[in-house]
């Protein structure tokens, strides 16, 4: 049986990206090494559309995460956070691990949070060192208005922190020009890489605040540490790299330069839009009032049980989903379409859902999403002739 892995993270790795990770490993302390990580870490600046250095660490996402809050903040400081979803909500346990004081912006999940609630928070805590929010929050499949909320810290002693991990590589958000203090990626999202590498950027204020911030103790996530490895010249990192990840990761942002920036945003738009209007003839209520460009989620019809929904297509019909947590625990089902995605993944999708639906007795008509979602992917092929 061939597999599909469609979920919001892992996603699939390029043929080429595998192959360039399988040559024989070379020594990371080395000129050619060196060369590659530079190489690598110049064109993720392009990606993240800043001037200043984006930093690869050997973890997860979350441990960028981690490591914005311990470099920013100390303890008994205060920062603000909004929960969304699953990892907005990762936000306020990373600070309570580090005795930092948070104020919670709660959003109901699918909702974007209200602006007004976000200058209401920064007003009632001037003090805040920082407002930490999902550019995509992906358990929810919601976007964010992370340009609107970095206009709000831009004159404050505030600094903006995005979790871009299902969201840099997908969506045009230039850091720079958007005033975006620190901005987080992973690996196993749209960069299109196995998990264990996580990326960082920090504004000139961001760093101006970890310089004078006594911050948590860290010793593995110190950020200034890793600036003074990275910086050019240097071209290393502070303690052993993921260096087949670098490796990959340079394949990797080579194919994303080659199809043009421009390109690949609008490719994950086109994708985007074609999921969710397969999934809307089907008669299936999209999560979010305010869609991810990274994955659609949707509710399962009633009378389907979400959880055995989603393991039979991933064991019997070899396509892999993501159900939902928490409270959205079997109640949907979530798709990717970033990364290595293109548009007959997403006329997989949508053919995948309707023989599942088929198969737990719900009325379907065949072929009614793969029409919708195809009738907005020919949009794709509209320059070819």
């Known amino acids: 049986m061939k597999q599909y892995l469609l979920s919001p993270g892992p996603t699939a790795v390029p043929e080429r990206v595998l192959l360039r990770m399988a040559a024989p490993m070379i020594h990371h302390r080395t000129p050619q090494f060196s060369a590659i990580f530079a190489e690598t870490k110049a064109m993720l600046e392009q990606v993240y559309k800043t001037s200043n250095d984006a930093l690869m660490l050997s ?22 956070y909004v929960n969304a979803g699953k990892f907005g909500e990762r936000w306020g346990k990373i600070a309570a691990k580090h005795g930092i004081i948070t104020v919670e912006i709660k959003v109901a999940w699918g909702e974007a949070v209200a602006l007004a ?48 991990i299902t969201a840099l590589g997908v969506i045009d ?46 010793f593995y996530f110190d950020l200034l540490t890793e600036r003074k490895n990275q910086k050019k010249g ?51 209520k999209l999560v979010s009032s305010s869609p991810a460009t990274s994955a659609t989620g949707a509710f399962v019809p009633d009378g389907v049980d979400g959880a055995a929904f989603v393991k039979y297509l991933r064991d019997e019909m070899g396509v892999t989903f993501a159900g939902g947590q928490d409270d959205l ?17 997403v006329c997989t999708t949508m053919s995948a859902v309707e023989i599942a639906l088929f198969k737990f007795g719900h009325p379907v008509q065949m072929g009614a999403g793969v029409a919708a979602a195809q009738t907005v992917l020919a949009a794709r092929f509209a320059n070819v002739v």
């Open 117 to 164: 609630d976000v200058q209401a928070a920064l007003e009632a805590h001037p003090e805040a060192k920082a407002l930490f929010v999902q550019a995509s929050e992906t358990s929810t499949t919601t976007e964010q208005p992370i340009q609107a909320i970095a206009a709000l810290t831009k004159d404050l002693n505030t600094v903006t922190v995005v979790d871009a």
């Open 59 to 80: 973890s997860s996402g979350s441990g960028a995460m981690e490591a914005a809050v311990m470099n920013l903040c100390s303890p008994g400081e205060t920062m603000i």
């Open 234 to 284: 240097k071209d290393t990192t502070a303690w052993t790299p993921a260096a087949s990840l670098i490796i990959g990761l340079n394949e990797v942002l080579k194919m994303m330069l080659e199809e043009g920036l421009d390109n690949l945003y609008a490719r994950h738009k086109v994708l985007a839009a074609a999921a969710r209007a397969g999934f809307q003839a089907l008669g299936m």
């Open 173 to 218: 958000m230039p850091m720079d020009d958007w005033g975006l203090d620190v901005v987080i990626s992973g690996s196993q999202k749209a960069l299109m890489l196995p998990p264990g590498l996580a990326t960082i950027a920090l504004s000139d204020k961001a760093w101006a605040m970890v310089e004078a911030s006594k911050g948590c103790n860290t």
């Open 329 to 345: 625990k079997g109640k949907i089902i979530r798709v990717a379409h970033l990364g290595y995605t293109d548009v007959f993944d």
